[in-house]
């Protein structure tokens, strides 16, 4: 069977009409994914991915059909097959470029791209594993930032008294303004936006409001949903 020169992941690769010579963009090495908005589990995925083969023929004659199989391990050691791509071995050397499906990741942590060969098209399985390449994925909160009233900020900025759920909020809320700015991860965020969608009517519900609303615009804007419609509140 060939042998396995190199399994490459990156975003984008192209090869020169003149020379024939591939060049790679960016490959994956470290993966910061910025924060989805919040699912059950929470899923996260990385930009579209291309994963460049090189197939080397042996002494031992290598010409032939072959099925390469690209799986992707997860931090958790499961086994997910990306694409199987059938080629024919016919030159000393034979380039592999695939396009892989979105990958959906689970959690941060190392993922490895694994290549197998199958030199038998009609049989079960991947075949034998011939190669890989790890990147690391971590996760990134953006930051909310809006800007207060002098009023907001007086409102937001009071001592809290007693104990309770909005007590609880502006405690959180306290810790999160610097100088008239309000700056929030996503996830600060989407709590602040569905915590303000349970407290039913009030003056503190209106006081905070105009502050929710400035929060939720710049949170859609970043993540491009928006929480009101994912809870069926009205806007």
């Not at 009409?17 to 090495?29: E, K, M, N, P, Q």
């Not at 380039?95 to 098209?121: E, K, S």
């Not at 991947?126 to 409102?155: C, P």
């Not at 900025?157 to 610097?178: A, H």
């Amino acid at each position: 069977m060939p042998t396995l020169d190199y399994v490459i992941p990156c975003r984008l690769t192209s090869i020169d009409s003149g020379t024939s010579a591939l060049s790679l963009f960016h490959i994956l090495d470290e993966v910061a994914v910025v924060a989805p908005p919040s699912t059950t589990p929470r899923r996260y995925q990385i930009f579209p991915v291309e994963v460049a083969t090189r197939w080397r023929s042996n002494s031992n004659g290598t010409e032939g059909d072959y099925i390469q199989t690209l799986v992707l391990v997860d931090s958790a050691a499961h086994e997910t097959e990306l694409a199987a791509t059938p080629f024919h071995m016919g030159s000393p050397r034979h380039l592999v470029r695939t396009r892989v499906p979105p990958i959906v990741l689970d959690a941060p942590g190392t993922y490895t791209f694994r290549a197998y060969l199958n030199d038998d098209p009609g049989s079960q399985g991947w075949g034998e594993l011939k190669g890989e390449y790890s990147f690391d994925v971590s996760i990134e909160e953006r930051l909310i930032e809006v800007r207060l009233t002098d009023r907001e900020k007086d409102f937001l900025t009071k001592p809290v008294r007693g104990q309770g759920g909005y007590q609880s909020l502006l405690r959180r809320l306290q810790g999160s303004i610097i100088d008239d700015v309000l700056a929030l991860t996503t996830t600060d965020a989407e709590r602040l936006i569905r915590s303000a969608q349970s407290y039913g009517e009030g003056g503190f519900q209106r006081r905070l409001r105009p502050i929710v609303e400035k929060v939720r615009r710049e949170y859609d804007a970043i993540v491009g949903t928006t929480l009101a419609e994912e809870a069926g509140a009205p806007d």
